[in-house]
């Protein structure tokens, strides 16, 4: 990569920097204008006028707004996000010790949606209007219009009277003794131990909730591969590199397949945002214990210095997500650094 | 004879709009969608006469027909206390096409006037109302939505506000990008030069040219509107007990899987087809109009 590709990510960058600051403002502003306060909801209904002042002598929020406003952002630029009412630490703290288990369901979830919608995808636009075709736009139809924590009910049916070797809740089996390492996320942790009994285990877990994570994502990312597939196999690069007798599998797995890649890749992206909105109904259902279910759980306490973590965490995600693929786009196809330097 | 060919001679001596309809009418996936949108409409509009049980929708209490498996008498089975889940099926969907009228009523008007400004005037206005939307964009919808109506109390006017915050944003987005492409067009050029003025430019010249993308889109917002609903109150953000809906019946009957599994999945299955219905109705609208959202 020269140094055009550098100038792109770190433009990019800057601006995603822009819209993380942006982020914060508005969920606190959001968080701050909201009805009720914060303090009396910390310390419930019981405790006294005198107390609640302490609370919010406390909790700074006695002193001007902008003033509040600066507190919070230079905490967060420390990586500090306050403390959680419900557990009484700091919810980095709690944050960081749900991640994992979020961070491995989403990561193993895009490993399947990758694995699978694009070589169906491929597999549709060569045989296009064949049954094959005809199969995959059914199943691209079913995963797009079931909502997340319907399909995840109804994996949990199937997996209690067809699959019952499959569990339903939580990430491993509690009879297994295990440490965990460095990175918190089972598989890897178990296979850098060499613990590959607790690797099967946490990849049954892992099964149903990702597939039920995975099925939107897959349906849109499937159709677009094949459109997309099927738009470049009439350029005429295509054509040449035909003509030239470059075999026909060469032809659409080395020329099309790169090129056609950018547009799913796009689709993954966007997706992300939608993902991680499922991922909270999926950890719901299936007791995984992620950031989502945290979020869940500290919402309905209205912990408020937790959600706005959790919503916040979660937007960071979602932009690191699409710079990460803003970079692979540049790498895969050299037309997007053009475009987006004119 | 093959298809565009028959499109050609049927095309004859038609309107514009009775080719459009001819063209929708060929496609089956848009039928079987737009039949199905007309059948929650009309079972949601006309619950009271159509459901077998309309005391069902609220607070009865029948524990001697409670858990029933589906019959004919209880097309989708009973609940834990004994309610004929068809019929509370049909109150579910006023709820969520309530929930689909109130936000959709309300976001797209919004998005589509910030779209027209930030495309129309472009320079600062345009930054300020595009990468505003750029933010709104970057916060996961579902995440958003828990913590607004988590901090307002929830309930179906929270819920319907926070869905509505999020949702103005895709609007705006794709309004801006019509718009934009529209502005090199000689009759944009052709009512600036007669001297229009701004408003009349955005609303009478370039808002007519966005119609279609924005109908279309409107068409495939409705079944994601209802599964965004669902999903806050099968989480308990959402609409509350005793009122039918369709998420919190997922929610109660999923305490009964895996014996009583129709009481979750039955109130699913009718989100699902709901959904179904307006994402085929909004596809075969999109092929009609040929227009990209």
Same mark, same amino acid.
């Given at each position: ?342 | ?9 049927? =095309? *004859?001596?038609?309107? %514009? !709009?009775?080719?459009?309809? +001819? /063209?929708? #009418? ?55 206390? =004994? *309610?004929?889940?068809? %019929? !509370?099926?049909?109150?579910? +969907? /006023?709820? #969520? ?197």
């Amino acid at each position: 990569m020269g140094v055009v590709a550098l100038l792109h990510i770190l433009q990019r960058a800057a601006s995603l920097f822009l819209v993380f600051v942006g982020l914060a403002v508005l969920i606190f502003v959001i968080a701050r204008i909201v009805p009720g306060d914060p303090a009396r909801i910390a310390l419930g209904p019981l405790a006294s006028a005198d107390q609640v002042a302490e609370m919010r002598q406390e909790m700074g929020l006695d002193d001007p707004f902008f003033v509040q406003l600066w507190t919070y952002l230079s905490g967060l630029a420390q990586g500090d996000l306050g403390k959680s009412l419900l557990s009484s630490r700091p919810v980095m703290d709690d944050i960081m010790g749900a991640l994992p288990a979020t961070l491995e369901l989403v990561l193993f979830t895009i490993v399947l949606q990758i694995v699978i919608s694009i070589p169906l995808g491929v597999l549709a636009a060569v045989y296009r209007d064949s049954w094959i075709d005809n199969i995959t736009r059914v199943i691209s139809l079913i995963g797009v219009v079931t909502p997340g924590f319907v399909l995840a009910i109804i994996l949990q049916l199937l997996a209690s009277y067809y699959f019952t070797s499959l569990p339903v809740t939580g990430r491993l089996d509690p009879g297994l003794d295990f440490v965990r390492g460095p990175t918190g996320m089972l598989l890897i942790d178990s296979a850098l131990q060499g613990r590959w009994d607790v690797f099967a285990d946490a990849l049954r877990h892992l099964f149903l909730p990702s597939i039920a994570l995975a099925a939107a994502g897959i349906g849109q990312v499937m159709r677009i591969t094949r459109s997309s597939m099927i738009e470049i196999s009439s350029r005429d690069f295509i054509e040449s590199a035909r003509a030239y007798g470059i075999p026909e599998r060469v032809v659409t797995l080395r020329y099309m397949l790169r090129i056609a890649s950018t547009a799913p890749l796009t689709i993954l992206g966007l997706e992300f945002a939608s993902l991680i909105g499922n991922a909270f109904v999926v950890e719901f259902v299936f007791g995984w214990p992620g950031i989502a279910s945290y979020g869940v759980r500290t919402i309905l306490q209205k912990d408020l210095n937790a959600v706005i973590g959790v919503v916040l965490v979660s937007g960071v995600f979602f932009v690191f997500a699409n710079l990460i693929i803003d970079i692979l786009l540049g790498v895969l196809d050299p037309r997007q650094r053009l475009r987006a330097r004119r | 004879m093959s298809a565009p060919d028959m499109e050609l001679s049927a =095309g *004859r001596g038609m309107t %514009s !709009r009775q080719m459009a309809w +001819y /063209r929708f #009418s060929k496609n089956p996936a848009a039928m079987i969608g737009a039949f199905i949108v007309l059948s929650v409409v009309v079972g949601a509009i006309f619950a009271p006469w159509l459901a077998p049980s309309p005391e069902s929708a609220g607070n009865l209490v029948n524990f001697r027909d409670r858990h029933g498996a589906p019959t004919w008498e209880h097309l989708m089975g009973t609940d834990n206390v =004994g *309610r004929d889940i068809f %019929s !509370r099926v049909l109150y579910g +969907y /006023r709820v #969520s096409l309530g929930l689909v009228v109130g936000v959709l009523g309300i976001a797209v008007p919004f998005g589509v006037v910030l779209g027209l400004t930030a495309g129309y005037f472009g320079g600062w206005t345009e930054t300020i109302i595009m990468r505003f939307t750029d933010v709104m964009l970057a916060i996961p919808p579902l995440a958003m939505a828990l913590a607004i109506t988590a901090v307002l109390s929830p309930n179906l006017i929270n819920a319907m506000i926070a869905i509505t915050m999020l949702w103005w944003t895709w609007h705006t987005r794709l309004i801006y990008r019509i718009v934009k492409g529209q502005m090199n067009e000689d009759y944009v050029e052709a009512a600036r030069v007669a001297g229009a003025s701004h408003f009349h430019i955005m609303f009478r010249e370039l808002l007519p040219n966005c119609i279609s993308a924005i109908s279309v889109k409107i068409s495939l917002d409705a079944g994601f509107v209802i599964l965004f609903g669902a999903a806050l109150s099968f989480l308990g953000l959402g609409v509350q007990p005793p009122t039918p809906d369709l998420g919190t019946m997922v929610s109660t009957g999923s305490e009964y899987l895996p014996e009583y599994w129709w009481e979750a999945l039955m109130p699913g299955l009718a989100i699902l087809y709901a959904i179904l219905g307006f994402n085929l109705l909004g596809d075969g609208l999109r092929d009609m109009m040929d227009v990209e959202t």
